[in-house]
C-alpha cells in the first residue's frame, strides 16, 4: 500500500470515528434510550398506577357514601325524592373522577342513584348479586383492597366488554348496600396517545438536541483537531505550525506544551543531525588525510609553476629594460598582477579545500529557506551576468526548508552558477531548477553550450582537472571549483553529479528537507 493510500485510509477512519461523532452519537443514544424507556414504562407501569389511584379514589368515596345515606335518612327519608341530598360537591367530585355509583337497601330498594338511567337496573342487579353472593364471576375479580365494611377490586364486564374498578360494601349493619365504579378504557387510550405523543415529541427533541449538540461539539473538538493536526505535522518533522486556539479550559495548557515541544525537538533534531554528520565525517577523514596531503602538495607545486614563470620572466624583463615603450612595460606590470590575482584565488581555494577535506571546516546543519538562498547568490552575481551577456532563469517563489549548512551549501550554488557563466554558449541561458524527491529536493543549475566529453565526466571532480586548459586559463579557473562541490556534499552526506544535454550541461546536488 502507498504511502497516499495509507494517508487517505488514516484519514477516513479519523472522520468516522471522531471524537465530535462519538459526543454526538453518545447524546442522541440517550436521547433516545430516554424516550425508549420512558414509552416503555408509560406502556407497562401507567395503568398499575392509574388503578392505584383510583382505588385511594374508591375509598374515598366508599367513605361518602356512608355520609350520603346518614344525610338521606336524616333530612328526606329513604323512600322520598333524595336527589337534593347529593350536593353539588359530591356531583363536580364524582365527574371528575368519572365515577358511577348506586345505594340500595337490604330488600333492593334504590335509595340514589348517580350515573346514566339505561345503566340504572345492571348496576341494581350486580350490587344485589354482589350482597348475597350470587355473581358467579365475583371469583374471577381481581381484589385490590379489602375491608370489613367495603371491597375495592378490578371486574371485566362481559355485557359492556369494559374493564372497571370497583367498590362495593355495606352500611349500617347490612341496612343499606352501595357500588360505585369507574372505566379502566380511558387510561388504555389515555396510555396509547400519551405513548404517540412522547414518540412525536421525543423525535423532535432528538432532531433539534442533534442538531444542538453537533454545533456545540464542534467547537468543543475544534482545537482537539487542532492539536491533532499539529502532532500529525510534527511526526513529519514540520515545525513551521503552531497551536493558535484559544479554548478557554486545559486544551489551551496542552496546545501550548506541544508548541514547546515542537521547539525543542526542532532544536535536538538540529543537533542530532550536526552531530551524526560530524561522526561519520570522522570516521572517513581518519582514512583520507594522508592520501590527501600528498596529492595537495603535488598539485598545489604544479599549479603554482606557470603563474611564478610568468611573474618572473615578466619582472626579469622590467628590470632589465627590455622594452622602454611605456605601454609595454604597463602590459608587462597587468600580466604580473593578473598572474598574482590567479595564484591569490588559486591559495584561497586550496585553503577551503584543504580545510574541507580535512575537517577543521565543522558542518552545522540548520534549517533555512533554499529559495531565498539562491536569490541572494543571484544578486551578488548580477555583475557578471551582465558582463556575461546571460539570461537567468529561476521561477520558485514559495519558501522551501531544507536541512544543511547553510554557508556551504551558498558555496556549491555559487560554484555552480559561476561554471555555468563561464562555459554558456549557444542562447547563453542559465535555469536554475528546484525537484522535490520525496524528503529531498533536487537542485540543478544547467547552461546551454557544448556538453561535456564523455571521458572527461569522472574526473571533473578531480582537484586542478580540466576539461578545455585553454579556456579555463582564459577565464582564471584553477579546477578546484567542483572539487569543492564534491567536499561539501560528502561532507553533508548528500548525493551530487553531472548530466549531458544537446543543448547544454546540468549540474546537480541533493538537500535533506526533513
Not at 29 to 45: D, E, H, P, Q, R
Not at 98 to 122: H, K, R
Not at 405 to 427: I, P, Q, R
Request: net charge negative.
Amino acid at each position: 500500500m502507498t504511502k497516499k493510500k495509507e494517508k487517505r485510509k488514516k484519514e477516513g477512519y479519523g472522520k468516522l470515528h471522531s471524537l465530535r461523532s462519538q459526543i454526538a452519537v453518545l447524546f442522541i443514544g440517550l436521547l433516545l434510550l430516554s424516550v425508549f424507556m420512558i414509552t416503555v414504562i408509560n406502556a407497562l407501569f401507567l395503568e398499575r398506577y392509574y388503578v392505584a389511584q383510583k382505588a385511594d379514589v374508591m375509598t374515598e368515596a366508599s367513605e361518602k357514601m356512608a355520609d350520603l345515606v346518614v344525610d338521606i335518612e336524616s333530612s328526606y327519608g329513604v323512600y322520598e325524592d333524595n336527589s337534593e341530598a347529593i350536593s353539588d360537591d359530591l356531583r363536580k367530585w364524582c365527574s371528575r373522577n368519572n365515577l358511577t355509583w348506586i345505594i340500595i337497601t337490604d330488600d333492593n330498594e334504590v335509595v340514589t342513584y348517580l350515573g346514566e338511567y339505561e345503566t340504572l337496573s345492571m348496576m341494581r342487579n350486580r350490587l344485589f348479586g354482589y350482597a348475597y353472593d350470587l355473581d358467579n364471576i365475583k371469583q374471577e375479580n381481581r381484589i385490590l383492597r379489602e375491608t370489613g365494611e367495603y371491597v375495592i377490586q378490578q371486574v371485566h364486564d362481559r355485557f359492556s366488554d369494559t374493564d372497571y374498578v370497583e367498590s362495593w360494601g355495606e352500611i349500617q349493619d347490612d341496612s343499606y348496600y352501595f357500588l360505585i365504579r369507574t372505566p379502566l378504557e380511558s387510561i388504555r387510550e389515555s396510555a396509547s396517545i400519551s405513548n404517540d405523543f412522547y414518540f412525536f415529541v421525543g423525535l423532535c427533541i432528538i432532531l433539534f438536541s442533534g442538531f444542538i449538540i453537533w454545533i456545540v461539539t464542534k467547537r468543543i473538538t475544534k482545537p482537539i483537531s487542532e492539536l491533532t493536526k499539529l502532532s500529525r505535522r510534527m511526526s513529519e518533522l514540520n515545525f513551521d505550525v503552531t497551536y493558535q486556539s484559544h479554548a478557554g479550559n486545559e486544551i489551551d495548557v496542552l496546545g501550548d506544551n506541544f508548541n514547546r515541544m515542537s521547539q525543542q525537538l526542532e532544536q535536538t533534531i538540529s543537533e542530532l543531525k550536526s552531530a551524526n554528520n560530524k561522526l561519520q565525517k570522522d570516521i572517513a577523514d581518519k582514512i583520507k588525510i594522508d592520501k590527501m596531503r600528498k596529492e595537495f602538495l603535488d598539485n598545489v607545486s604544479h599549479e603554482l609553476k606557470t603563474p611564478i614563470a610568468l611573474i618572473q620572466g615578466y619582472a626579469e624583463g622590467l628590470k632589465e629594460n627590455i622594452s622602454e615603450d611605456p605601454e609595454s612595460r604597463e602590459f608587462y606590470c597587468d600580466v604580473i598582477m593578473d598572474e598574482a590575482g590567479k595564484m591569490n584565488k588559486l591559495v584561497k581555494n586550496l585553503l577551503t579545500l584543504n580545510q574541507l577535506e580535512s575537517g577543521k571546516d565543522e558542518t552545522v546543519m540548520e534549517r533555512f529557506d533554499i529559495i531565498s538562498l539562491i536569490k541572494g547568490v543571484l544578486q551578488t552575481m548580477d555583475i557578471m551576468v551582465q558582463q556575461k551577456g546571460a539570461k537567468v532563469i529561476f521561477d520558485e517563489t514559495e519558501p522551501i526548508y531544507v536541512w544543511a549548512d547553510e554557508f556551504k551549501t551558498e558555496e556549491v550554488v555559487t560554484n555552480y552558477t559561476s561554471n555555468a557563466l563561464n562555459h554558456l554558449e549557444g542562447e547563453r541561458t542559465v535555469e536554475i531548477k528546484i525537484i522535490p524527491q520525496g524528503d529531498r529536493i533536487r537542485i540543478s543549475v544547467f547552461n546551454t553550450g557544448q556538453p561535456i566529453p564523455e571521458e572527461d565526466i569522472p574526473n571533473l571532480w578531480n582537484k586542478f582537472y580540466k576539461v578545455d586548459k585553454a579556456r579555463t586559463r582564459e577565464y582564471g579557473g584553477s579546477g578546484i571549483g567542483l572539487s569543492i562541490v564534491k567536499a561539501i556534499m560528502e561532507d553533508m552526506n548528500q548525493e551530487y553529479g553531472v548530466q549531458n544535454y544537446d543543448n547544454g550541461v546540468e549540474f546537480w546536488f541533493t538537500l535533506d528537507t526533513k
